[in-house]
């Protein structure tokens, strides 16, 4: 036993003496522009403008663990330039000059203007020692929505706890493609709470088809698909948090009108979200991980980032 237990200990600390060198292939990446801005009518236009840069090998330094059980190696990037505070970024309005904006010093770029639905914004990004980068968004029109009605408690889930049912009809007046984002709150005089869209039981084709409510029930996205230049009766089932005893309440709808780019981009944010809390469930379970990860959209051209829009309407379905 006593052998054995020796050369255990040998293998333990030749093992722990050994230097691994290790050399890293960056891709030939070239510095991009970044850019991220959703304008919408109730505020004035700010842009946040910062830099994409190569992991080059002078940009790196490699050093040793000073623990003196191990000889480890350590890479070391310095943190990155984030702000960008010498572009000119201009912003067009229907084709025409609209603002040109103004560095704030705290990493964005801003301006006095607001911008208003029915018209198409153009942002144009230069700096030096980066390519031109441009994306363009549209500000479209709130649907008309009407007979607003919900029921509490009209069934209950598989745990049990009780299920409501919201009902409403959406009228689309734009022969656009148009696209949509709906959340709701369940207010009273004592509470004030999100609810939550249920996941199994929302199976309308008009809601499934940007399959995010498996990822997250806090919103509903979907588009125009089934109704474009018309009307759609919808009926959503939800809920609200079992721990909370609600009180008769009243419901509170907001309804976005989102662009398209705004709705690729949430459904990406959506996903990787997902996966990402996917990733540290699997690693607090000591779980092999399995997950794909999920792109974030850009519609920027020659750069990274989003540039897209929404118009915001919110109601109130008073309880009866």
């Known amino acids: 036993m006593k052998i054995r237990i020796s050369i255990l200990v040998f293998l ?68 990155p330039k984030y702000c960008i505070e010498d572009a000119t970024v201009l912003i067009y309005e229907d084709g025409e000059l609209f603002c040109s904006l103004e560095y704030d010093g705290e990493g964005y770029y801003i301006s006095d203007k ?20 441009k994306a363009t968004t549209t500000l479209y029109n709130m649907p008309v929505l009407s007979n607003m009605s919900f029921r509490d408690t009209v069934s209950v889930d598989q745990e049990g706890f009780p299920l409501s049912k919201l009902s409403f009809t959406i009228t689309d007046n734009n022969p656009n493609h148009n696209f949509y984002e709906m959340s709701c709150r369940a207010v009273s005089d004592k509470y004030d709470v999100d609810i939550y869209f249920n996941k199994s039981r929302n199976t309308d ?85 399995s997950s794909i990860p999920v792109d974030i959209y850009s519609n920027i051209e020659n750069g990274f980032g989003i540039f897209a829009s929404y118009s915001t309407m919110t109601d109130t379905i008073m309880r009866k």
């Open 114 to 133: 607001y911008p208003k639905v029915g018209s198409t914004y153009t942002i144009v990004v230069n700096a030096p020692g980066y390519k031109e980068c």
């Open 205 to 289: 084709k008009a809601l499934a088809q940007s399959e995010c409510l498996l990822f997250d029930n806090s919103v509903l996205l979907f588009t125009d698909k089934y109704f474009s230049n018309g009307s759609y009766n919808l009926d959503v089932i939800y809920n609200y948090s079992p721990y909370v005893a609600m009180p008769k309440y009243d419901l509170e709808i907001t309804v976005k009108t989102i662009s398209e780019s705004y709705y690729e981009y949430r459904r990406s944010r959506i996903m990787q979200e997902y996966q990402e809390e996917g990733l540290f469930e699997n690693l607090a379970n000591g779980e092999t991980l």
């Open 12 to 79: 333990l600390a030749l093992l722990s003496s050994c230097n691994r060198e290790i050399h890293f292939d960056f891709p030939d990446v070239e510095p991009a522009i970044v850019i991220n801005s959703i304008i919408t009518p109730e505020s004035s236009i700010s842009v946040s403008i910062s830099a994409v840069m190569p992991i080059a090998e002078e940009s790196y330094t490699v050093v040793n663990d000073t623990d003196a059980t191990r000889n480890i190696h350590f890479l070391h990037v310095p943190k």
